[in-house]
């Protein structure tokens, strides 16, 4: 069983950045893949970064490629988005999710467990 927490989110200008955190606990965290998702108000949860257990490995969407960045310090069992270049169509409620495979996917069907979700609101 993992849990997942977020944190970071607020309130940014455009063109501004923001620092994502997802705190996890449970002694497998090493072994998941962790992945990004949001949410915007009427649209479907949509895929943003993932990354395998080693690091190794990273996808992301391409209306975040250049611009942020998914990162795991295994360590202290934390998983960071780093955005960057903010944009309003970047506003939504952003979840990390882990999942017990070994390859980062892009499908939210494929993951185990999510946490509650952090808001990120760009002004424009």
């Known amino acids: 069983q993992v849990q997942l927490v977020e944190s970071g989110g607020g309130l940014v200008q455009a063109g501004g950045s923001l620092r994502l955190s997802c705190a996890a606990s449970?002694?497998?965290?090493?072994?998941?893949?962790m992945g990004w998702f949001r949410q915007a108000p009427g649209k479907e949860r949509e895929f943003v970064a993932a990354?395998?257990?080693?690091?190794?490995?990273?996808i992301y969407a391409d209306s975040v490629k250049g611009r942020f960045t998914i990162s795991r310090d295994n360590a202290k069992n934390t998983v960071y988005l780093q955005m960057n270049s903010l944009k309003p169509e970047d506003t939504a409620v952003y979840y990390c999710?882990?999942?017990?495979?070994?390859?980062?996917?892009?499908?939210?069907?494929?993951?185990?467990?999510w946490g509650q979700g952090t808001q990120v609101t760009v002004s424009s």
């Open positions: 999710a882990a999942d017990r495979r070994y390859v980062p996917s892009s499908s939210r069907h494929l993951y185990d467990y």
């Open positions: 449970g002694r497998t965290f090493s072994s998941y893949v």
């Open positions: 990354m395998s257990w080693s690091g190794g490995s990273t």
